[in-house]
């Protein structure tokens, strides 16, 4: 539990006091609860949602956003922003992630903000309240199943490093699990989107390794928030064409 809760006052603003001192060992075996964060994250989002149920989708939609970035600090945004801002560059692999280092945001990035809180709008609108609450829980499965599968793109030590070099099958495998009880206890019909989103994953795993030759903490963020943004439109879908 005293893991889980690191993990918890890390990635979450939520007002976490860990009393003993916090190693680094135990900061980074914390973070194979990614997953139970992003149940945390979800059942807050879904708690909104549910007093919210009477009131104007598009209000509703607009407070879960600002909601989802106020419980996460942006964290995974901004990587989401820094990838983009190096991949679309079309530079070298060097020049590549000394872009994504950059604290300034580029065109690219920027772009790819606007895009993608316009999807989180957009989609809060049309979701029920399970997917809100499994969305997150997905995308922290696809930074387990991402970060497992490869290696750091970076020499030397980093957040993103320490990350790649804890999460194995062990951690992708409790991922998987955890996420597929959670989708057993609403509806299996959200396996659909789930698939979709690991291979998304796989996707993108052998797309940073061609272009980065790995990794980093920028591109598992950006797995976070692509996978979220994905389930929630095919969640959407499914149950437009199947549901």
């Given at each position: ?27 980074y ?49 901004d990587?989401f ?53 499994i969305?997150?829980i997905i ?38 699990i ?66």
């Open positions: 539990m005293r893991k889980f809760f690191i993990a918890l006052s890390f990635y979450t603003r939520l007002p976490i006091q860990i009393k003993s001192e916090v190693s680094e060992e135990d900061f075996s914390s973070m194979k609860f990614l997953p139970v964060v992003g149940l945390v994250i979800g059942l807050v989002l879904y708690a909104l949602w549910y007093l919210l149920k009477d009131v104007e989708g598009q209000v509703s939609a607009f407070l879960l956003v600002f909601l989802y970035i106020w419980l996460t600090g942006g964290l995974h945004i990587g922003m820094d990838t983009l801002d190096g991949v679309l560059s079309n530079r070298s692999r060097e020049e590549t992630l000394e872009i994504m280092k950059d604290s300034r945001v580029g065109a690219f990035g920027a772009i790819g903000l606007l895009l993608l809180v316009l999807g989180y709008f957009i989609s809060y609108q049309f979701v029920d309240g399970y997917a809100i609450i969305a997150p995308g922290r499965t696809g930074a387990l199943f991402s970060a497992s599968f490869s290696e750091s793109a970076r020499k030397g030590n980093s957040l993103g490093k320490g990350f790649m070099e804890r999460m194995g099958r062990k951690e992708r495998v409790f991922g998987l955890f996420s597929t009880i959670i989708i057993l206890l609403f509806d299996f019909l959200y396996f659909i989107p789930f698939v979709l989103c690991i291979l998304m994953s796989a996707y993108f795993i052998k797309y940073f390794k061609n272009i980065l030759g790995g990794m980093t903490g920028d591109t598992v963020g950006m797995m976070i928030e692509l996978n979220q943004i994905v389930f929630l439109f095919a969640s959407y879908l499914t149950w437009y064409f199947v549901g």
